[in-house]
């Protein structure tokens, strides 16, 4: 299982199974050896190895990123069996490699889907929420600013708002850019401690400091596009997390959640102004 979805509204967990080719839902509260209270696979489903599943209780659907059909499918949240999907988008034109997230916000009538591929177009690619078949995406951001060039996984939509969350395992090694714009850190007191700790950091292969592949949860809008940096950023040496494979929010608590394999867990970060409406002002961390 590579992936776990929380529909708040009706109190469902949503788990993608790349093994059995299924997306099995469970109650809220299921505990032990509990059945779930429905499964979407078979033949007529589309699902070949589901990595990534996320819900949309606003619309109703259950989107399902599957990298071996190298496609989205979506279908009705109450699907079960084997169903076919409501609609699918896939094709060259996507450009979908290795799909590891996948997002939809009714508000914004928007899909967002992280995919990447070694040497080929990795990043966020947005969608019209209805859009079907082998579709461009209509924007993507992607590029070395971004920060999305490695491995990065999990994708979270904050609708209220209007933002995107991208959960970043590792930062690639990095592009030629100002250390400013790479490292994404705004003061130099801040540029100055990362300096003094890249001069004594470990070396990774190739003799790249390892904190410089470091991962973040980074934070865009939801109308960002090309290579653009995070708006919003968490990482560094403070953060006590060299990547994250997964993230979650809570607006009303002012925390934002990621899952880290370096320590095996999860880590809650207190972070209010992220959750600003709209026209506030905003700080970058």
């Known amino acids: 299982m590579h992936g776990v979805a929380y ?36 033949s007529d489903t589309g699902l070949i190895r589901p990595h990534t599943a996320n819900v949309d209780p606003v619309s109703g659907e259950i989107l399902a990123g599957d990298p071996s059909a190298r496609g989205v499918l979506v279908f009705d949240r109450l699907a079960h069996g084997n169903v076919k999907p409501k ?5 060259p034109k996507t450009q979908f490699r290795e799909i590891v997230g996948v997002a939809s916000d009714t508000k914004h009538n928007t899909i ?15 969608f019209n929420r209805l859009d079907q078949g082998d579709v461009a995406p209509r924007r993507t951001i992607a590029g070395p600013l971004t920060g999305a060039l490695g491995r990065f996984r999990q994708v979270s939509i904050d609708s209220e708002r ?8 590792a930062f690639r090694v990095q592009e030629p850019t100002p250390q400013k714009a790479a490292d994404l850190y705004e003061s130099e007191t801040s540029l100055s401690k990362l300096r003094s700790l890249i001069e004594d950091a470990p070396r990774a ?10 991962g ?3 934070v865009w809008n939801i109308d960002d596009s090309g290579n653009v940096p ?10 006590r997390a060299g990547g994250f494979a997964g993230v979650a929010f809570n607006p009303d608590a002012g925390e934002v959640y990621g899952v880290s394999g370096d320590i095996n867990g999860y880590l809650t970060y207190l972070v209010p102004q992220f959750f600003q409406k709209p026209g506030a002002a905003t700080a970058r961390r």
Request: no cysteine; proline share 9%; net charge positive.
């Open 230 to 239: 995070p708006r919003m950023i968490i990482r560094g040496p403070a953060v």
């Open 112 to 126: 967002v889907v992280a995919s990447r591929a070694p040497g080929g177009p990795s990043g966020l690619f947005i």
């Open 162 to 169: 209007g933002q995107i969350y991208l959960a970043v395992q």
């Open 216 to 218: 973040f949860i980074g």
């Open 205 to 214: 292969r190739g003799g790249v400091p390892r904190l410089l592949q470091a």
């Open 7 to 42: 529909d708040a509204m009706h109190d469902e967990i949503i788990v993608p199974v790349a093994l059995s080719g299924a997306i099995l839902v469970f109650r809220g509260g299921a505990r032990g050896n509990e059945p779930p209270i429905r499964v979407i696979q078979g």
């Open 87 to 91: 609609r699918v988008i896939a094709g």
